[in-house]
């Protein structure tokens, strides 16, 4: 890959999702952004005991409160569940980020 294309690819990527929303939409949200905050929990994410059989994003990755309009990543889940998809923890936490910042702009929408 041309080191170019990589550089946007990434610079893409790591755009906040209420940009992205704002630029395809060519809309600009009344009230600010629609950034949610964000923290990492090392305590034992909800679903932690089915961690080996059906588990959920929200129960074990993270999770979005809508109350408080706040993201929660949960590092054990991140930790255990990245190499049995040949991920690094880094990369998905930035996908489940991702993920739950983008669901809490289509709540907030609603």
Not at 21 to 27: H, I, R, V
Not at 38 to 50: F, L, Q, R, V
Request: aromatic fraction near 8%; glycine fraction near 8%; charged fraction near 25%.
């Amino acid at each position: 890959m041309d080191s170019m294309v990589g550089i946007e690819v990434c610079s893409e990527i790591l755009r906040p999702p209420y940009l992205l929303a704002q630029q395809a939409s060519g809309f600009q949200f009344a009230g600010g952004p629609l950034m949610s905050s964000e923290h990492s929990s090392d305590e034992e994410p909800p679903e932690w005991a089915m961690r080996d059989e059906r588990w959920t994003i929200d129960g074990l990755l993270g999770c979005y409160d809508a109350n408080q309009q706040r993201i929660t990543i949960f590092n054990k889940g991140i930790e255990v569940i990245a190499p049995k998809f040949g991920l690094q923890p880094e990369f998905l936490e930035m996908i489940v980020t991702r993920q739950r910042n983008e669901r809490a702009i289509k709540e907030r929408l609603r």
